[in-house]
């Protein structure tokens, strides 16, 4: 997919951090964005900023856990422009870091709810239309990282939502292939360094019925701010990534048509063979001093 140019793009997740840099850059390539987001004020606020003209980008309440609501913003989307060229299923949330046996079930339904079937009830409402189009077009997943390469311990409610969205989106880029479409699908892995997103703060959307009963400490819950400047306390001098440079990093990869689109992804192959020698070892892959459990 070479061409953006008057082409139709949706993002969801877009009001704020990745999702509404990646809708800026695909506007700056010509496109149509159709941006999606549970939080209608930030909705607003972002097709106000970067909108421009209502031909150029609209803004759809979107919740992605609710298939019926991904539904209609497809509907939404082919009556407006008739056309899909680009699906961004971006949007994500994340718990509280703690031991599997301390979580609760609604940490689970909350989680995966948004970054899995989010991801599934975009592909079922778009990609059958994407299809029949017979139209070329690409499927980016927002993955992590932190799940799809290397979990990290302590988020394991975030960690096997994001490992569930790799594999789905393998499978889903075999099955595009295997089935003899124009359509391509990629993992996006968000990376270069630290990102700050709203995914620190994704609090703020859980639904009240899917509170946990347990209060957890607030250490568990962090800002960005706040975890950069416990960082440095510490002697850690992290770097953050410009997500407007993110972006542009992955409208190539797109470009590209890119399985895998991730800064220095060249990395993971000694992470990945490390993991790999310690699972035919029949040992845990994780590196629990790094997480604080030894």
């Known amino acids: 997919m070479q061409d953006f140019e008057n082409r139709v793009a949706v993002v969801t997740g877009g009001a704020s951090g990745i ?3 990646l809708a800026k850059a695909l506007l700056g390539e010509g496109m149509k964005v159709v941006i999606a987001d549970v939080e209608k004020p930030a909705l607003e606020a972002t097709v106000g900023e970067i909108g421009g003209s209502a031909a ?19 509907d939404r989307v082919f009556e407006t422009h008739g056309a899909c060229h680009l699906l961004c299923n971006n949007a994500g949330v994340a718990a509280p870091n703690l031991d599997l046996w301390n979580t609760e ?18 592909v079922q409402a778009f990609v059958p ?16 990282g932190d799940g ?22 393998e499978c889903l880029a075999a099955q595009l292939i295997g089935r003899d479409t124009r359509l391509r699908a990629g993992i996006f892995y968000p990376s270069g360094g630290m990102l700050n997103t709203g995914i620190w703060t994704t609090k703020r959307n859980r639904p009240k019925d899917l509170n946990r009963k347990q209060a957890v400490d607030a250490e568990q819950e962090t800002t960005f701010d706040a975890f950069m400047e416990g960082a440095q306390k510490a002697g850690f001098d992290l770097p953050v990534q410009d997500l407007d440079e993110l972006a542009q990093f992955a409208l190539t990869g797109i470009r590209n048509e890119d399985f895998v689109i991730m800064i220095g992804r060249e990395s993971m192959q000694a992470t990945l063979t490390e993991r790999a020698e310690k699972l035919a070892r029949g040992e845990c892959p994780i590196e629990l001093q790094h997480m604080g459990l030894t």
């Open 19 to 21: 999702g509404k840099a």
């Open 56 to 74: 150029n980008v609209i803004g759809v309440v979107t919740d992605v856990s609710n298939p019926a609501s991904v539904e209609a913003l497809a």
């Open 105 to 122: 079930s609604a940490d689970f339904r909350w989680v995966h709810g948004v970054n899995v079937m989010g991801v599934a009830h975009g």
């Open 129 to 144: 239309r994407m299809i029949a189009s017979g139209e070329e077009g690409f499927v980016m997943n927002t993955s992590s």
């Open 148 to 169: 799809g390469i290397s979990p990290l311990a302590q988020q394991v409610v975030y960690a096997s939502s994001k490992a569930a969205v790799s594999i789905m989106t």
